[in-house]
């Protein structure tokens, strides 16, 4: 039977744990039920068309997932698009924050807390409110971003400006549910949905690769695991190159997988236009790391410059984007070089540009 459980010492979580009480490790769903193609609610055209295969029962929906899968020509490198900014509140957060927030939901909870740049928190804001819960977002008083500060507002969630994150979620999180998108288990199991998307999208098929901007890596791991999933049920023979996308100026996955390691590298934080990215220490580095291993995947950076020319080529496409969404297709050039000509790719662009142009 499904459950949450320690990826380190075992022991079985409560349905509000973070992380685990004995040993502070990462928690993740286990004991999943076998993807089967039958089980898909045909009829359905959100991430609940899955809700058979996930251990989480549907309470409330704004209609998150089942994104459009676009084909692109970007001067002769050919990619498909997966527009995950079209989601409800305008990132792919709404995936995992649903999914999240209809289990804490069946558990009780009626007020819960997430720390966010923005994406995030606008997310945890919109579905608490459709839920009738109380949302707190913690954000950094350095870096936030006006305008999705004013996003989290419109949904009615309250912010908290913290120069000291994390440390002062934590110390909250003692006696509040946080109900965090980098270390809740349930968050990624949304992102799962994503790659059984694709999947349906391409006819029952994988691509080649997947590229995304990675900072706590939710969606790239979840797209892993789901995937993964359909491998596993027999309906692929390989799992696509997993390539995870950093800003130079934030890198310690890249730092980590050009040096072999299995840790994310410490560093010091440098400046990046990418502010839906900008996490020094994810969560999940060491199984964000496993997951480009498996897959003989790839860890690339780019610059400042090449992002915002990549996010100004995306708009006059007709793509609104913001940065973060254009750091993956500022490598295209790099993937391309690292892939062959029959090669499928799909670039997840993450969140939406209207939020900028609003602040």
């Known amino acids: ?176 549910v946080y109900a965090s998108h980098a270390w809740n288990p349930s968050f990624v199991l949304g992102q799962q949905t994503a790659a059984w998307e694709i999947w ?11 590229a995304a901007p990675v900072g706590h890596g939710g969606l790239f791991l979840g797209m892993f695991r789901g995937f993964l999933a359909l491998r596993k049920a027999g309906l692929l023979e390989r799992i696509p190159r997993m390539i995870a996308v950093q800003s130079a100026g934030v890198d310690p996955i890249v730092r980590a997988w050009e040096a072999g390691a299995d840790t994310a590298a410490n560093i010091t934080r440098g400046n990046s236009v990418a502010d839906g990215i900008l996490v020094d220490e994810p969560v999940r580095g060491r199984q964000i790391l496993r997951a480009i291993a498996d897959s003989h995947g790839l860890a690339l950076r780019v610059d400042n410059d090449a992002i915002l020319a990549a996010q100004q080529r995306l708009h006059a496409r007709g793509f609104m984007v913001e940065a973060t969404s254009a750091v993956p297709v500022a490598a295209l050039s790099q993937i391309r070089a690292r892939l062959d000509d029959a090669s499928e790719l799909v670039i997840a662009l993450t969140g939406s540009g209207l939020k900028n142009l609003a602040g």
């Not at 927030?101 to 608490?128: C, I, K, T």
């Not at 349906?200 to 997947?210: C, F, K, S």
């Open 200 to 210: 349906e999208q391409l006819g029952r098929r994988a691509p080649t690769a997947v």
């Open 1 to 176: 039977m499904a459950r949450i459980r320690c990826a380190t010492c075992g022991r079985t979580a409560q349905p509000t744990d973070w992380r685990c009480e004995d040993c502070g490790g990462l928690l993740d769903w286990v004991a999943l039920p076998s993807f089967a193609p039958a089980r898909i609610v045909q009829d359905d055209f959100s991430l609940w068309r899955y809700r058979d295969l996930l251990p989480v029962q549907r309470r409330f929906s704004l209609g998150e997932g089942l994104t459009p899968l676009v084909p692109l020509n970007w001067g002769g490198a050919r990619f498909f698009a997966k527009l995950e900014y079209l989601n409800p509140t305008g990132s792919f957060k709404d995936r995992g924050v649903a999914v999240m927030l209809n289990h804490l939901a069946g558990a009780g909870v009626a007020s819960a807390m997430d720390n966010s740049s923005g994406n995030a928190g606008a997310s945890l804001a919109a579905y608490a409110a459709l839920a009738g819960m109380k949302a707190t977002v913690y954000v950094p008083k350095a870096s936030a971003v006006a305008s999705k500060k004013a996003h989290i507002r419109a949904y009615g969630g309250e912010i908290i400006e913290s120069a000291h994150l994390p440390a002062e979620i934590y110390a909250a999180a003692r006696s509040r």
